[in-house]
């Protein structure tokens, strides 16, 4: 399974926001957890039914959503 595979948009799993395969955990709310300094093992600690390849998996939607084409219109 490749690491995208694990985030699921679903339109009745927390209102259809990018999350955890089976879990309501949200990207974005393991992101800000990373981002306010909470280390991969403290994230798994705090939520067992989360994996490290879910957290990688959550880093990796953030890059391709940032990875996306600019076009400059003239």
């Given amino acids: 399974m490749s690491l995208l595979e694990r985030i699921t948009i679903d339109p009745e799993v927390v209102h259809g926001r990018p999350a955890v395969r089976g879990t309501r955990m949200r990207v974005a709310d393991v992101l800000s957890l990373l981002a306010s300094g909470a280390s991969e093992g403290e994230i798994l600690e705090d939520y067992p039914?989360?994996?490290?390849?879910?957290?990688?998996?959550?880093?990796?939607?953030?890059?391709?959503?940032?990875?996306?084409?600019?076009?400059i219109a003239s």
Avoid at 49 to 71: G, P, T
């Fill in 49 to 71: 039914y989360l994996s490290a390849d879910d957290i990688k998996a959550c880093l990796a939607y953030a890059a391709a959503q940032a990875d996306h084409a600019v076009v």
